[in-house]
Nanobody
Framework: QVQLVESGGGLVQPGGSLRLSCAAS????????MGWYRQAPGKQRELVAA???????NYVDAVKGRFTISRDNAKNTVYLQMNSLKPEDTAVYYC????????????WGKGTLVTVSS
């Protein structure tokens, strides 16, 4: 009964910016941690950034200083602001949320493709 829908991916030139959004809908009592993961071709999925219900954040070293994760609890939405994008940031980006709901806890979106290329 819970769905996560990402948006905001696309093609951007190196040095450019994109903002990803992920909104949760359905029967939601509360949302704990939210996070963004990415999977590049031929590589394993990796955690990019995460934010707790209290607002604490952590980032993989490769994106520190360039990406910012934030959340809007009223909208059940998590954002990822990506600046100074590099070709190595090219990947499918997935959001994940730990949600208090009926019968479940961790939910994933279907992913949005980010391509950084000139």
């Amino acid at each position: 009964q819970v769905q996560l829908v990402e948006s905001g991916g696309g093609l951007v030139q190196p040095g450019g910016s994109l903002r990803l959004s992920c909104a949760a809908s359905g029967t939601i009592f509360s949302i704990y941690a939210m996070g963004w993961y990415r999977q590049a071709p031929g590589k394993q999925r990796e955690l990019v950034a995460a934010i707790t219900s209290g607002g604490s954040t952590n980032y993989v070293d490769a994106v520190k200083g360039r990406f910012t994760i934030s959340r809007d609890n009223a909208k059940n939405t998590v954002y990822l602001q990506m600046n100074s994008l590099k070709p190595e940031d090219t990947a499918v980006y997935y959001c994940k949320m730990s949600i208090a709901t009926i019968g479940g806890m961790d939910y994933w979106g279907k992913g949005t493709l980010v391509t950084v290329s000139s």
